[in-house]
């Protein structure tokens, strides 16, 4: 069974940091591009950052640029997500996905082009 799981959320205050992991089972990611999304409480799930199969290429949603590293270690199948300077406006559920093309050298910002998506991890930031 292909799974996905998202470690590492929790409560942090304004300005903390925190370090997300996606682990993978079942089928190796290394040959896919993989990307972090966000969803907070009555919002759409939103891209977050996402990084390219051999990891050559990253892309992060402007809110967070500068303040997140994504990374990926294809030994393990596990992609990961450095946050720091965390704001009450990052507080989410945190989902980790791959992407449905094999291979793809650029990083799609949009839900529909991933699939295998983990359970998520809560992200909260007291301010």
């Known amino acids: 069974q292909v799974q996905r799981v998202e470690s590492g959320g929790g409560l942090v205050q304004v300005g903390g940091s925190l370090r997300l992991s996606c682990a993978g089972s079942g089928r190796p990611f290394s040959n896919y591009a993989m990307a972090w999304f966000r969803r907070a409480p009555g919002k759409e799930r939103d891209f977050v950052a996402g990084i390219t199969w051999r990891g050559g290429t990253t892309h992060y949603a402007d809110s967070v640029k500068g303040r997140f590293t994504i990374s990926r270690d294809n030994a393990k199948n596990t992609m990961y997500l450095q946050m720091s300077r965390l704001t009450p406006e990052d507080t989410a559920r945190y989902y980790c996905?791959?992407?449905?093309?094999?291979?793809?050298?650029?990083?799609?910002?949009?839900?529909?082009?991933?699939?295998?998506w983990g359970q998520g991890t809560q992200v909260t930031v007291s301010s």
């Open positions: 996905a791959a992407d449905r093309t094999v291979y793809r050298t650029e990083v799609v910002t949009t839900p529909d082009g991933y699939n295998y």
